[in-house]
């Protein structure tokens, strides 16, 4: 392919993914925005923080059966009808539990009856919006073609970080209209998706590539324990921030605040930079990409460690920036060997189990060596998912084509 016909390619398929990467967006914005308005839902509703940070952790371990299963479905009856199940679920979710607060907050139902209309709410988001990544991010790649798979993984992962990042302060601006716009907010959001996927038309699946399986393998294993060890250590660093902050400010929560919000800003930038300057022009190899990011990663949590706060920042930028190149890495080595939407369905649940062996490890490591030592846990994990790289990379040489 010339350079013409592959910019003519790329712009095509750019317009193409479009829809696909706003449906990955509307699941950042839940996911962030969410957590700007939890304070008013504790107020709103008399239930606790803990119960509140129980409910998300629900709805959030669903994703455990529901992304394998809905990585199935695709292959079944086509990625079309999993993203629609997934933009109606996300609907239906934040509508019940809008419904559910604004009666709370009425006095109309009462704590027992409020906090099982939420339940119901979450295990709505969680059995069916688990479906979104993975059905995106294989529509995604059928639309791109094997040739064009990274780009394709990239457009995705912008989508889903472009949410991120703007999730917090579109949930704030519409906080000071009224205490429970966000949620209605987020109701109506999948529903504008849902008018726009319903005009898209269902790609048929990618061919077979040589040696992929339908069922998952020994040697495949070592990409999942990557999803989870990349999950992991970023869940870490982040939940690592403020317990870091805190000495270097003496303790004043307005600063520390300020200052993770920053570095949560950087972070989200350096992650739409590595996508846009390194995944998507597709400059390096899935292996040479994976190896890449390892690299960096290992490299920015060291400086992460460091008391300083401009290493603090500047390996939070180097950290998420090979993060970002990372799992569009490790997806496509796996997905050489492994159908496409299953491939997407089981690195979405090794992303779960490392998020959730994050959350088990922190009262662990804070009890044996302090909260402060976070950081320095992420960049023990990230050293293995280091050697874990390496490991891939010699045994995926030979199945490589050489360059």
Request: proline content about 6%; charged content about 10%.
């Amino acid at each position: 392919m010339d350079a013409s016909s592959h910019a003519l390619h790329a712009r095509r398929t750019g317009s193409s993914l479009w829809p696909l990467a706003l449906c990955a967006g509307l699941l950042g914005i839940g996911q962030n925005g969410l957590l700007v308005v939890l304070p008013q839902l504790v107020q709103m509703t008399g239930l606790s923080l803990s119960v509140w940070a129980g409910l998300l952790m629900f709805g959030s371990m669903l994703f455990l059966p529901g992304s394998p299963w809905w990585g199935r479905q695709t292959e079944i009856r086509g990625c079309k009808f999993v993203v629609v199940a997934a933009l109606g679920g996300y609907l239906a979710s934040f509508a019940v539990m809008a419904l559910v607060v604004w009666a709370m907050a009425r006095g109309l139902v009462g704590a027992s009856w409020g906090l099982a209309g939420l339940i119901v709410s979450r295990a709505l988001y969680g059995l069916t919006v688990s479906g979104m990544v993975p059905a995106a991010q294989t529509w995604a790649m059928q639309r791109a073609g094997m040739e064009h798979r990274l780009a394709a993984l990239a457009s995705i992962s912008s989508g889903l970080s472009c949410g991120r990042l703007i999730g917090p302060p579109l949930a704030a601006a519409a906080l000071s209209l009224h205490p429970q716009m966000p949620l209605w907010l987020m109701a109506l959001a999948p529903f504008i998706a849902l008018l726009l996927v319903a005009r898209q038309h269902n790609d048929p699946p990618l061919a077979p590539v040589a040696h992929q399986s339908a069922r998952l393998r020994p040697d495949m294993f070592p990409f999942l324990a990557l999803a989870l060890l990349l999950a992991a250590a970023i869940s870490l660093m982040q939940l690592g921030l403020s317990p870091h902050l805190r000495p270097l400010f003496e303790g004043d929560i307005r600063k520390v605040s300020h200052h993770v919000a920053l570095l949560l800003s950087l972070a989200a930038a350096s992650t739409l930079l590595a996508q846009f300057l390194v995944v998507r022009p597709q400059r390096l190899s899935p292996r040479a990409l994976l190896l890449s990011a390892a690299g960096l990663m290992t490299a920015g949590l060291l400086l992460m460690i460091l008391p300083a706060l401009g290493t603090f920042y500047a390996g939070i930028a180097v950290t998420t920036f090979g993060a970002a190149m990372a799992t569009p890495g490790y997806q496509v080595l796996l997905n050489d060997r492994l159908t496409t939407g299953k491939g997407a369905g089981v690195i979405a649940t090794s992303h779960t189990l490392g998020y959730g062996a994050s959350a088990l490890l922190v009262p662990v490591i804070s009890l044996w060596f302090g909260e402060q030592r976070l950081i320095v846990a992420a960049f023990v994990i990230a050293a293995l998912f280091l050697l874990f790289s390496v490991a891939v990379w010699r045994s995926a040489a030979s199945q490589e084509p050489t360059e």
